[in-house]
């Protein structure tokens, strides 16, 4: 089936750039999305991207789709302390008809002031 | 603004005991999900409603979880019993539609469970 892998942790210096990676194994994985969990909350959905695009911009949200070698990137430019949270990657696989999401086990960003 | 409901926030039980959770989705949504979430994992479907119906429950331990959706609003998800691996935050979500097509999950608070 679909597995999803993200990196644990990242620490950045409020101001910088952060960069969240993931990889997927379903090639034919139709919709990906990043969520936020900030700590005792649920997920709140960030940005999405359809898998025949190769990048989206929201405002200081970039996300890159790099189909070839299934990877995904977001990327938050000028980072805030309130930035800090969990972040996950979640597909889509090709085979849901039901829209299931398989998420990745979550990157923990850290900003520090 | 329209948020998903659950309750209770936080339950603490004994192995061998029964549990229950309530979820009260975003008015007129179709599709609710019940996830399981392990601390430092994702979220895993447990299962996914279409209205009344269930369209996935693969990952559902059956033997001693069971969901339902009775009138295809609000949801209730019970555990009996309660084992120590049960341990987790129980998150639930709703979207306008389910599918392969773009569909948002609004997502609850959660309930955090932890079996002794």
């Known amino acids: 089936g679909e597995d999803v892998e993200q990196s644990l942790f990242l620490s950045v210096r409020e101001g910088d750039s952060s960069v969240i990676n993931c990889t997927y194994t379903d090639s034919s994985s139709t919709y990906l999305y990043w969520y936020k969990q900030e700590p005792g909350a649920g997920l709140q959905l960030l940005t999405y991207i359809f898998s025949n695009m190769d990048m989206k911009q929201d405002q200081r949200l970039t996300v890159l789709l790099n189909k070839k070698d299934k990877h995904l990137s977001l990327r938050i430019a000028d980072t805030q302390t309130g930035d800090s949270a969990i972040y996950f990657c979640a597909s889509v696989p090709g085979s849901s008809n039901t829209g299931k999401l398989i998420f990745g086990q979550g990157t923990t960003l850290q900003v520090k002031p | 603004e329209a948020e998903v409901a659950q309750s209770p926030r936080y339950k603490i039980t004994e192995k061998s005991q029964a549990v229950a959770f309530w979820c009260d989705p975003i008015s007129g949504h179709a599709t609710l999900y019940w996830y399981r979430q392990i601390l430092g994992q994702g979220p895993e479907l447990l299962v996914q409603f279409q209205d009344e119906s269930v369209v996935d429950d693969s990952q559902l331990p059956k033997d001693r979880f069971s969901a339902e959706r009775l009138k295809g609003v609000d949801s209730t998800l019970k555990i009996q019993p309660a084992e120590l691996g049960d341990s987790a935050m129980y998150l639930c979500?709703?979207?306008?539609?389910?599918?392969?097509?773009?569909?948002?999950?609004?997502f609850g608070p959660g309930t955090r469970l932890t079996v002794l």
């Open positions: 979500a709703s979207s306008a539609t389910g599918g392969k097509a773009y569909n948002e999950q609004f």
